[in-house]
């Protein structure tokens, strides 16, 4: 479906997405140009089309109602097989905090599994190769691709300290130009925070706010709080200038601080960008969908935050809503990223970190040894078509060409499974659309896509390349 008419307040949204227009109209223009709409041949009585209306047809000639849509590519493998240039690398379950809401129940999960050298040398050795081969002999290569390697989680990443020190190391000394990134909870020592300042471009860094909510939500593995030590890291990477974003994890306790916490953001640290979600857990290592009551007050909250951000030139988002993007597949870490596991998976998700993950089984599309990476082409294509299938059910809705279906792990069921987290996109989708409008006089005729990432869209990591939230 192309165009979707969204009832607002006894008026009508009249939306194109793959046109990026929307606008106002009342009922008469909206039915209008839903019969406008209809094939012919396949109208009844009632949706049979109106007599052109010169008026209403000048309106919509001019916004460019009836042009070319936005076309996106189907996600294929390519013919020769993937050649990511993007390594992520999910360092061990072991972590220096303990979040309540942790996925990965990291630091108390029976077994501690930790990345081995081989398995990392594997996969840097493999992205830099493919970045090799995809340098053109016959240019400067300015415009080649430049390796990247992304450290994460399902635990900490930077308390595997040494295997990131030496992946580091390793990797620069192959190709001066690898560039390196992480997810990180920020709560480092003095020599971390050194490193990280002099050797990455980005970091996605997770913070929930004010010092209460932060304090409570993430506290230290020995208790305590973890604030303070976070916004020692947060001085560390502006004085250096490096580039980084916050992910902030929002929990039915902790909604109504939201505009708070950006608010403290935009005051106390540099983020350019400052990702927002609601928890999609009850409780550590358990995913769950969120209750409409919490779901309802975080898209009015989160809307709220937005202003604030908005007002300090911050660009606040929520991985959902998202109108400038038009797409088929909610993220790009399976096409374009070669994710390893600990305990040396394959797989197209950043969390799903080891066989201990729930998710492990579906998302697992390869192997990694001593020998190399080796993908079966198989396993992901029955991964990718399980994707399309989810996203066939979201044919209705009018966020259908921006969530795409939604993340694999937020939503892995149907979406009769997931009205909260619907309900959030839905309402926020729906609010931006209702600011753009305002901002354009009553019509909204599109913002320029920015390049999406390699990496991970829910956690606002990058997976080593430009970022791909609203311009
Ligand atoms: S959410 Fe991140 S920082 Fe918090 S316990 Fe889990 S892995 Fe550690
Ligand atoms: S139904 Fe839900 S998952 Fe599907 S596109 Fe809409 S908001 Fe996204
Ligand atoms: S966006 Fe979702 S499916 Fe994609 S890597 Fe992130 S968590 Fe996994």
Redesign the pocket.
Known sequence: MDGYILPLAGRQIIYRPRRRLAFVGNQALADYVRRRDVPSGKADAADAPDAPDADVERFLSAVGFDGPPLECDQPEIPERGLAPTSAVLLMTNRCNLRCVYCYANAGAEPETVEMGWPTAKSVIDYVIANAAASRSPNSSDSGAEPPSVTFHGGGEPTVHWELMVRCVEYAKARDARARFSMSSNGVWNASQRRFVCRHFQNVSLSMDGVPQVQNRQRPASGGGGTFDAVMESVRAMDEAGVEYGIRMTVMADSVGRMPDGVRLVCEKTQARAIQIEPTFTDGRGRYADIDMRFADEFADRFMDAWEVGRQAGRNVYYS?ARPWVVASMFCQAPLKAAVATADGRLVTCFEVFSAQSPLAGGFTVGRVGDGGVEYDRQALQRFLDAQQR??E??RD????W?????CATR?PGR?SD?GG??HV??KV?LALLQNYMADGGGLWQGLQETPRPAGCEATGETGGGAGGTAP
């Open positions: 959902g989810r996203r059910e979201c809705c009018f966020c259908y921006h969530c795409c279906g939604d939503r979406r997931s987290r619907c996109t839905r989708t």
